[in-house]
């Protein structure tokens, strides 16, 4: 619904009016063929409709646009009472700023904010109201701090209210304790869970470390056999050595000894001396 054209001051414009509730746009919308509208109002109408209502014209939400820049001007500019001159307003102002006044307006009829009063009052006239309301709500002048309602002025006890209220601190500390509990329990029964599974996987890495282990201790007797062997042969090879050595010398010995005799022997004759035979021995066995 738009505004209702009594509230202006001065002369309308005839496209500023709503082709359907003929008040003054509100929220405006404008078809393609120019005809505009409340939004309400051709909401309202495009539900059983499908065309305009002024030209007939098939029409669809989808084909609604904003007002023109220059009709949306000429409407914020005109002149109109506040909704509340009934009640005592006297301010006329453009159609642009008539919704910031009349929510502050002083006139405006609105609720006592206290809970459970029902009382309509002008906002100037809220706070005198406030003071006297039946339901209005004040501390307790005996001390317990209890925030009471004029109508329970003679049913307040303090004592009572005050039991009252530990009895409910008691139940919710209570409901906080368990709460803590279970959310304890979770939390440890989550840290149990996780440290089996861990100590799991490191019981397998520990059975993993020991086959690893037990495969480098035979590596490592392995390679102790294979060192004890080769200190064998070494052993063997140096006594060798020593045997050859001894040889060699009661060769050296012989061959000295066969050298003075051959002189007195014929030049062209010289038998195979033992040490020819020994040396040559050592050859055939490195070739082989």
């Known amino acids: ?28 919308l404008q078809a393609p063929c120019e005809h505009a509208f409340c939004t309400a109002c051709i909401h309202g109408w495009l539900i059983h409709h499908s065309n305009c209502p002024e030209d007939r014209q098939t029409l669809d939400v989808s084909l609604l646009r904003p007002l023109y820049r220059y009709m949306k001007n000429d409407l914020n500019r005109l002149q109109l009472h506040c909704k509340n001159r009934e009640y005592g307003c006297e301010m006329v102002c453009s159609l642009e700023s008539i919704d910031r006044h009349e929510r502050e307006c002083e006139y405006s009829q609105i609720l006592c904010s206290n809970a459970g009063c029902t009382v309509q009052i002008e906002r100037r006239n809220l706070d005198g109201h406030l003071a006297v309301c039946e339901y209005r709500s004040r501390e ?18 303090c004592v009572a209210e005050l039991r009252t209220e530990l009895e409910l601190l008691r139940s919710e500390m209570i409901c906080r304790v368990e709460e803590a509990k279970h959310e304890m329990e979770s939390r440890l029964d989550s840290q149990r869970r996780h440290m ?28 102790m056999a294979a060192e004890r062997q080769h200190r064998q042969e070494l052993e063997q090879a140096e006594l060798e050595k020593r045997e050859l050595m001894e040889l060699l010398k009661g060769l050296q010995k012989d061959c000295r000894l066969n050298t003075t005799e051959g002189n007195k022997k014929s030049t062209n004759f010289r038998p195979l001396t033992r040490l020819e035979s020994v040396k040559r021995k050592p050859r055939e066995v490195t070739v082989i």
Not at 141 to 153: K, Q, R, V
């Open 1 to 28: 619904m738009g505004y209702d054209i009594e509230r202006f001051v001065g002369y309308v414009n005839e496209g500023l009016l709503c082709s359907i509730c003929r008040d003054v746009l509100e929220d405006p």
């Open 140 to 157: 307790c002048p005996n001390g317990c701090g209890y925030t009471i309602l004029s109508a329970e002025d003679t049913q307040h006890n």
């Open 196 to 223: 089996v599974q861990k100590e799991s996987i490191l019981q397998n890495e520990i059975e993993e470390l020991k086959s690893q282990m037990s495969r480098m201790m035979s590596d490592v007797r392995s390679l």
